[in-house]
């Protein structure tokens, strides 16, 4: 198996949902962000779900990284790339198990909304 360079580092801030607050709502907290080395970052195609009376600038990005470091990331968590801060969009995309034991990694999905 290949060992792929892990030039870039993105912080990531797990996401979990405490106690009830009086409302009855779960209140959700993140950890401290921990340094993780990835194999990139890139740009990702915007969607077009849009509120009425509502313009937003969607930023999605993709980062792709070992499965080691990447596939315990759960949706919700935060990741910290250049200082911008995303949301995970959904579980992460591992991609380890396809024939003659390729196994490039894992890429996570994010999304930062504006406006």
């Known amino acids: ?9 993105v912080g990531v801030s797990a996401y979990t949902e405490g106690a ?5 709502n779960p209140v959700v907290t993140y950890a401290t962000a921990v340094d993780v080395a ?3 970052v890139a ?9 009425v009376g509502r313009n937003p600038a969607t930023i999605p990005l993709m980062v792709y ?7 315990s990331v759960a949706a919700r968590s935060r ?4 200082g911008d801060t995303f ?4 579980a992460p995309e591992v991609y380890d198990y396809g024939p003659f034991s ?8 994010l999304m930062r909304v504006e406006g």
């Open 20 to 24: 009830d607050d009086a409302h009855g």
């Open 65 to 71: 990284g070992p499965t080691a470091s990447l596939g």
């Open 79 to 82: 990741v910290i790339w250049q």
């Open 87 to 90: 949301e995970v969009d959904g």
């Open 1 to 9: 198996m290949s060992v792929y360079p892990t030039p870039f580092t």
């Open 43 to 51: 740009p990702g195609t915007p969607g077009e779900d849009y509120e």
């Open 38 to 40: 990835v194999y990139a």
């Open 102 to 109: 390729f196994a490039p990694g894992t890429r996570l999905r």
